[in-house]
T-cell receptor, first 113, second 111 residues
Framework: AAGVIQSPRHLIKEKRETATLKCYPIPRHDTVYWYQQGPGQDPQFLIS???????DKGSIPDRFSAQQFSDYHSELNMSSLELGDSALYFC????????????FGEGSRLTVL | RKEVEQDPGPFNVPEGATVAFNCTYSNSASQSFFWYRQDCRKEPKLLMSVYSSGNEDGRFTAQLNRASQYISLLIRDSKLSDSATYLC????????????FGKGTKLSVKP
């Protein structure tokens, strides 16, 4: 079965650079979530989208922005990268009205040097 | 106070042991509860949902106490393959309620 696809899987950037992460949800899933997981930390909710509109916002820095496109894929844009942005970024998707299970992608590991 | 709090762990147990994880949540409006399992450097995956009446899936038993805002996970007859981090997850109210994760409890099952 198709899963959540994230790209790139690994990304290395310098401080103050920008980065874009992409997420392709499971087909027919209409809701996408972004989570950030730092080393030894629990996943922290950043932002979510439902039907291409932002539905909720968590601890996403102002330097980050995200959107969901007409084909339901989502992109997380990160600018002015800081060392503390180094983390595993998970995208997850689900279908509205579902019991609540989120299906996670394998994550994109961002390293900021 | 964090919305979802778990036993700090780590739990180091021998094969065959029974181990219990506890979790408390602060938002009384929370509607759904889950245990996710996360292997090192991998994505979280749903282990089981937690129902008010309690539920069992093989060696795993989950219980919910809404009055005390408390969730538990019991693993019987631990296997080496159970070694992972177990995340207590709570879904807020509304159909778009986001999942809030606990910090996770690391379990290490030794031969």
């Amino acid at each position: 079965a198709a899963g959540v696809i994230q790209s790139p899987r690994h990304l290395i950037k310098e401080k103050r650079e920008t980065a874009t992460l992409k997420c392709y949800p499971i087909p027919r899933h209409d809701t996408v979530y972004w989570y950030q997981q730092g080393p030894g930390q629990d996943p922290q909710f950043l932002i979510s989208f439902y039907e291409k509109m932002q539905s909720d916002k968590g601890s996403i820095p102002d330097r980050f922005s995200a959107q969901q496109f007409s084909d339901y894929h989502s992109e997380l844009n990160m600018s002015s990268l800081e060392l503390g942005d180094s983390a595993l970024y998970f995208c997850a998707s689900r279908s509205r009205g579902d019991t609540g299970e989120l299906f996670f992608g394998e994550g994109s590991r961002l390293t900021v040097l | 106070r964090k919305e979802v709090e778990q036993d700090p762990g780590p739990f180091n147990v021998p094969e065959g042991a029974t181990v219990a994880f506890n979790c408390t949540y602060s938002n009384s409006a929370s509607q759904s509860f889950f245990w996710y399992r996360q292997d090192c450097r991998k994505e979280p995956k749903l282990l089981m949902s937690v129902y008010s009446s309690g539920n069992e899936d093989g060696r795993f038993t989950a219980q919910l106490n809404r009055a005390s805002q408390y969730i538990s996970l019991l693993i019987r007859d631990s296997k080496l393959s159970d070694s992972a981090t177990y995340l207590c997850v709570v879904k807020g109210g509304g159909s778009q309620g986001n999942l809030i994760f606990g910090k996770g409890t690391k379990l290490s099952v030794k031969p």
